[in-house]
């Protein structure tokens, strides 16, 4: 089996009990909810990662975030037919303010390969069998109890 290691930046939005997520249409967390985000490209900063993935995936401009956590996660799938083991390297911000609406449909491009679009999820009824790996590490770091 394969062995890699994925490094991303994901922001937190929580507002009355609801989380914005993200649709997955590609990679280890299809067909499931994420948490808007992703991948830490090439001499790009964590920070930067997290305003221009919230800017490609949900449509926000984010003015104000702050640091949540670090964390990892192992997550298994079949990559091209071959069984692949990613340890999932995370920072999570939370964020405080931002502009534009939230897009409930956003279009897959070169730039966004991933994201169907996103809105807001009441958390007290996310079950499990229905999020990526990160999505409960993240809201279970918050306290919160999931089905």
């Not at 997955?24 to 305003?51: Q, S």
């Not at 958390?123 to 990160?134: C, F, M, P, V, Y």
Request: hydrophobic letters at 35%; aromatic letters at 8%; one cysteine or more.
């Amino acid at each position: 089996m394969e062995k890699i290691s994925h490094l991303g930046s994901y922001g937190i939005i929580i507002n009355n009990k609801e989380i914005v997520l993200i649709k997955k249409a590609n990679g280890p967390y299809k067909d499931k909810l994420d948490l808007p985000g992703g991948t830490i490209e090439f001499c790009e900063k964590p920070e930067e990662t997290l305003v221009r993935e919230m800017r490609e995936e949900v449509g926000i401009n984010i003015k104000k975030f702050s640091l949540f956590d670090g964390n990892s996660t192992i997550v298994e799938w079949e990559h091209h037919g071959k069984p692949q083991q990613i340890h999932h390297i995370v920072f999570f911000y939370i964020i405080e303010k931002y502009e534009n609406e939230i897009k409930k449909e956003v279009e897959l491009t070169k730039n966004n390969d991933d994201s169907l679009g996103a809105e807001f999820y009441d958390i007290t009824k996310l079950k499990k069998t229905e999020l990526s790996a990160i999505t409960i590490l993240a809201l279970e770091k918050l306290g919160y109890k999931l089905m």
